[in-house]
């Protein structure tokens, strides 16, 4: 854990999170849910093709293709033994591709038959159990990529959160193709973040708004609720219901209006995550905790160890 005051750092496992919560606190958590929208099959000629399937748009996908320059428009391919079959289209600007995909039935069930989770690229081999890359309050169905700090959480956890006069919310922000790019421009003010949709109900709104009145916290469970709540504060800390999409990019410098708390892994240098994460707890501050980390040994990535930013 650290603290943003003083820059202290307490080493504790993740059960022990209820201990730093108090009575009127809100807990926020992204209850997206991953689609195994990861496509790989092989062309008529044999090689090796990949689709993945980004966001539907009207009635054809974006998607990442490879290989992107020899799948020409009008190319056709199938997957899952036909359960799933998908015809590649024009580029698109951001280097991505329009496809049509073709199924028989439910795409869902298409999709669980033909399908793989996108889990990110340095996880080289599919999952032995998908649902390893699923929070335990997965449901909106959506997303190319789990909030990875929420995968820490067990049932009993919030059960026991919960118990303790905490109040546990929900938003969802489908995380997209953003959450694999690094900030490759060495002024981050010319990175562009990808659109990514979000929807806050009037319950969690209420919830948000009836902590910060009553003095309670709000403490966010990722870097996607972070930057759903902050798309849409009021100058006030509050925040209404609504959906929508949010490319916000939070860099040193920001200032949050309704985010007192966060739980977050450990990120890689060059991301928006790093960045956002400075911006909240200060540089110098990350960058000595980051220190001590890799010191202990403490795991990076996806399925990696989480801290506590107070």
């Known amino acids: 854990m650290l603290h943003r005051d003083t820059g ?19 807990l926020v958590l992204n209850n997206t849910k991953v689609l195994p929208v990861r496509l790989r099959g092989r062309r008529a000629s044999g090689g090796e093709v990949e689709v993945l399937l980004l966001r539907s748009v009207g009635d054809e996908w974006e998607a990442l293709v490879r290989p992107g320059r020899r799948l020409r428009p009008g190319t056709r391919l199938s997957f899952g033994d036909g359960a799933i079959e998908v015809t590649i289209g024009a580029p698109t600007a ?12 439910d795409l869902r069930a298409a999709l669980a038959r033909a399908g793989e989770m996108p889990v990110p690229p340095y996880i080289e081999r599919p999952l032995e159990h998908p649902d390893d890359y699923q929070t335990v309050y997965a449901e909106r169905e959506g997303a190319v990529a789990a909030p990875t700090a929420g995968l820490h959480f067990t049932p009993g956890l919030l059960d026991t959160i919960r118990a303790s006069g905490v109040r ?59 930057r759903t709540l902050e798309s849409i504060a009021r100058e006030d800390g509050t925040v209404p219901a609504g959906r929508g999409r949010t490319e916000l990019f939070i860099t040193p410098g920001f200032r949050f209006r309704v985010t007192d708390a966060l739980v977050t892994n450990f990120h890689l240098p060059r991301t928006t995550l790093l960045m956002l994460v400075s911006a909240f707890a200060g540089r110098e501050r990350i960058l000595a905790a980051y220190a001590e980390a890799i010191r202990l040994g403490y795991r990076f990535y996806s399925f990696g160890d989480a801290m506590l930013i107070v």
């Open 8 to 26: 202290a750092l307490e080493h504790r496992v993740f059960r022990n999170l209820p201990e730093y919560l108090r009575l009127g606190d809100v």
């Open 94 to 105: 951001q280097g991505t591709r329009l496809v049509t995909v073709h199924h028989a039935g």
């Open 168 to 226: 546990v919310a929900f938003v969802t922000l489908h995380v997209g193709l953003g959450t694999f790019r690094g900030v490759e421009v060495e002024d981050v003010t010319r990175h562009l973040m990808d659109a990514e949709e979000y929807a806050l109900s009037e319950e969690t709104a209420a919830a948000i708004n009836g902590a910060r009145t009553a003095g309670g916290r709000v403490v966010a469970v990722g870097t996607t609720v972070v």
